[in-house]
């Protein structure tokens, strides 16, 4: 009688649209905005049609994105019962069902292909190349180690492509750079999260590949190339005369500032286990990007 009632509720839940949403993790959609980058580093193309294309195709890769999460959650939902705060998760709790994660990833991936095509046949390209790299991540590449970060910065480099496929330019090289090595640095610094957490090496097997000093290393070498890159980006004749200003060196402080503090966060406070939710609760991050933002929106309009 007991186990039927905790049937009944599991099953009346998976149906519930708090526990569905949160299996999209709309937290993560900040990620996307790295479709809007080459645009905001391009001025001169920062006309409405390309505004609404570029917002369009954040939303195209808000619903692909979570379809990717939809699918990982469900193959890893029972290695997640077994994680200190992924098993919360809607799957591994369930309080979302499989019928209905499945209703959601079809949605989703329709609104998102769809909405790539009828936006630009290479845009489309891109999209179903991510969803091709992420569903390879998904199920089996994240548990080799390196492979594992190296892919997750790929993500990152193929929003920005896509981006700029959205607006007919080419990403400069300094912000394909910039963004792989940034998005590598957190992807590091959250496998490091998880050796903190001493998570078992059946929970993700790419960990046996990983020790505290290597990932120290790591990320202190992914750091260094990361402010290296992007002082020399805002130097960069080139880059200065394309962004009509020789003032973008101001905005390098600010880069500065936020990655000491994550790296802060990483190291001391040892607690970088979710990047995005870091982002958008810590006061210093927040304080360093906006000024970051605002300084460069400035400089360029």
């Not at 077994?82 to 949605?107: D, E, I, M, N």
């Not at 870091?278 to 460069?296: E, K, N, P, Q």
Request: overall charge positive; hydrophobic content about 50%.
């Amino acid at each position: 009688m007991v186990v039927r009632n905790e049937q009944t509720t599991r099953t009346s839940a998976g149906w519930a649209p708090g526990p569905a949403i949160t299996l999209l993790r709309p937290h993560q959609w900040i990620k996307n905005a790295f479709v809007a980058a080459p645009l905001f580093f391009t001025p001169k193309l920062a006309t409405a049609e390309n505004v609404l294309f570029v917002a369009a195709g954040v939303l195209c890769f808000c619903a692909l994105s979570s379809a990717v999460y939809v699918v990982n959650d469900y193959i890893d939902r029972d290695a997640d019962r077994h994680h200190p705060t992924k098993r919360t998760r809607p799957l591994a709790a369930g309080t979302v069902s499989t019928r209905t994660a499945f209703v959601l990833l079809v949605l989703l991936l329709v609104l998102g292909l769809s909405g790539a095509a009828l936006l630009s046949p290479y845009f489309l390209a891109i999209c179903v190349g991510y969803l091709g790299l992420n569903l390879a991540y998904s199920s089996g590449l994240k548990q080799v180690s390196i492979l594992d970060v190296m892919i997750i910065a790929l993500g990152f480099v193929l929003r920005v492509e896509a981006g700029a496929a959205l607006i007919g330019t080419e990403p400069t090289v300094w912000i394909i750079v910039c963004t792989g090595l940034l998005a590598l640095f957190l992807a590091l610094a959250k496998r490091r999260d998880d050796l903190v957490k001493a998570l078992p090496g059946d929970h993700r097997r790419s960990l046996d590949g990983y020790n505290r000093s290597f990932l120290d290393a790591s990320v202190t070498i992914v750091l260094a190339a990361l402010v290296v890159s992007y002082t020399i980006y805002t130097v960069d004749p080139l880059v200065m005369r394309r962004m009509g200003s020789e003032h973008l060196y101001l905005t390098v402080p600010f880069v500065l500032a936020g990655m000491l503090r994550y790296l802060q966060i990483t190291l001391v406070e040892e607690r970088s286990g979710s990047p995005t939710r870091i982002i958008l609760s810590d006061r210093f991050m927040i304080g360093s990007v906006l000024g970051w933002v605002a300084t460069f929106g400035v400089i360029l309009y």
